[in-house]
Structure formats: structure tokens, C-alpha cells
């Protein structure tokens, strides 16, 4: 029971941080793969429970998502734009 009500935490987390990557996408605001993390773990870190993460975020967009295990920093960090795809 435990481990289903951390993934559905897991989810509402998801859910919240996606929705405000696809505001701010719309909005045309820069948006790197480092923003990812941060809001992916800012939105994980207001759920009840959370403690630390368990593993970096993984957050490649384009050639950087086929990266096994990558993990963006700011000197390699992607700009998001709608022509290729974010593994996250």
C-alpha cells in the first residue's frame, strides 16, 4: 500500500510539473533541460513524504535523450523547443 500511494504522489508531482513546463513553453520562455530538473524536483519535494531523490532527474532533450543515465549541467544543458523530443 505504501509504494502505490508513493507512485501516485509520484504522479500528482509529474502531473503539476508538466503542466507548468507546458506554460511555460507556450509561453515562449527559455527552457533547459537543467529547468526540468528544477521543476520536476521542486514539484516532487511538496509532496507529502518526500525526503531526497532517489536518483538525478533524467531530462534529455533531442540528442541528449539517447545519453544512457544522463544528467544535464549548465555546460550542456539543451534549450527545449518543439522540433524534437524531452526524455524525461
Not at 45 to 50: I, M, T
Not at 52 to 66: E, K
Amino acid at each position: 500500500a505504501g509504494m502505490v500511494a508513493a507512485h501516485r504522489r509520484d504522479g500528482a508531482a509529474m502531473c503539476v510539473a508538466l503542466s507548468e513546463l507546458e506554460f511555460l513553453m507556450q509561453s515562449h520562455q527559455p527552457v533547459t533541460e537543467m529547468d526540468v530538473d528544477h521543476i520536476v524536483t521542486a514539484a516532487r519535494a511538496k509532496q507529502h513524504g518526500y525526503l531526497d531523490n532517489s536518483f538525478d532527474t533524467i531530462a534529455g532533450f533531442g540528442a541528449n535523450g539517447a545519453i544512457v543515465h544522463y544528467v544535464a549541467q549548465a555546460s550542456n544543458a539543451a534549450t527545449l523547443s518543439t522540433d524534437s523530443f524531452l526524455l524525461l
